[in-house]
């Protein structure tokens, strides 16, 4: 094998090599580029007391629902548009289990009725979750909120 063939070889695999160093150490915490945020907790406990839990980004990367999916021990997944103009019931089939509100066409509150209300709070671009328990029966329900990267359980 000649020097020439080798080099030809070797120096495009080079620059490739290098490029996708230089390409990755621009990204900070994702592959695709996308910083995830970093919250004070990923699984909130909703018991039978009247109670308040936070939910919010520790590192200042902004932790905007992306889908909040309710889930009950003898129904099916309910998911429910995240931006809208009216209020709605949630409902499992027949039956209301729930009421959505939404302000500036973003969801600002969740209530469960007799289980919990997910209130949604946004301060300097920032989101932050209330969710306070309503002391009444415990319904074998579970909240599923979906932020970029991460996914927080609320039972």
């Not at 990204?27 to 945020?37: A, L, Q, R, S």
């Not at 979750?129 to 932020?147: D, F, N, R, S, W």
């Amino acid at each position: 094998m000649s020097t020439r063939s080798y080099l030809h070889d070797i120096i495009p695999f080079s620059i490739i090599t290098i490029m996708a160093f230089f390409l990755s150490s621009c990204v900070k915490d994702d592959p695709i580029g996308m910083e995830i945020p970093s919250l004070n907790k990923n699984t909130i406990k909703v018991t039978g007391k009247e109670s308040k839990d936070t939910i919010y980004s520790t590192n200042g990367v902004d932790c905007k629902l992306n889908n909040i999916e309710i889930v009950r021990a003898k129904g099916r997944p309910l998911t429910f548009q995240m931006e809208g103009e009216q209020n709605a019931e949630i409902k499992d089939g027949d039956q209301s289990i729930g009421r959505i509100e939404y302000k500036n066409g973003e969801i600002a509150k969740v209530e469960i009725y007799d289980w919990c209300t997910l209130t949604v709070i946004r301060k300097n671009k920032l989101y932050a979750y209330i969710i306070e328990a309503k002391g009444g029966k415990v319904p074998p329900t579970k909240m599923y909120l979906t932020i970029p990267g991460i996914i927080v359980t609320i039972s």
